[in-house]
């Protein structure tokens, strides 16, 4: 029923910029996350925001300060930039959403529709 396509993904040198795009065919979600998978590695909380008045934002630590989680309520659309790229940034990159949260955005298991994902390339 609700549907989520990420894009903006690709090949960046180390250092470099990207911003990624989610989607939504519904509004009115509650939570957006951006998870990322890399090879052989399991699938990571990487940002989330809410998307009614609460303000929050949430960050990994190995992300916070080099990446940005926004949205345009209008377009049913959720952000993620992404600055000082580095070579282990690379991965698939998931969009997630729900309707309600019941405990941390972290926790990938809150979430209860997903992306396809989006691939990220990070080359020295």
């Known amino acids: 029923q609700v549907r989520l396509e990420e894009s903006g993904g690709g090949l960046a040198p180390a250092g470099g910029s990207l911003r990624l795009s989610c989607v939504a065919s519904?509004?009115?979600?509650?939570?957006f996350g951006w998870f990322r998978q890399a090879p052989g590695k399991e699938r990571e909380f990487v940002a989330a925001?809410?998307?009614?008045?609460?303000?929050?934002?949430g960050y990994a630590e190995s992300v916070r300060g080099r990446f940005t989680i926004s949205r345009d309520i209008t377009l049913n659309t959720v952000y993620l930039q992404m600055n000082n790229l580095k070579i282990e940034d690379s991965a698939v990159y998931h969009c997630?959403?729900?309707?309600?949260?019941?405990?941390?955005?972290?926790?990938?298991?809150?979430?209860?529709?997903w992306g396809q994902g989006t691939q990220v390339t990070v080359a020295s």
């Open positions: 997630a959403a729900s309707w309600l949260l019941y405990g941390t955005p972290s926790s990938k298991g809150e979430y209860a529709y």
């Open positions: 925001i809410n998307s009614n008045g609460g303000g929050y934002t």
């Open positions: 519904e509004d009115n979600l509650s939570i």
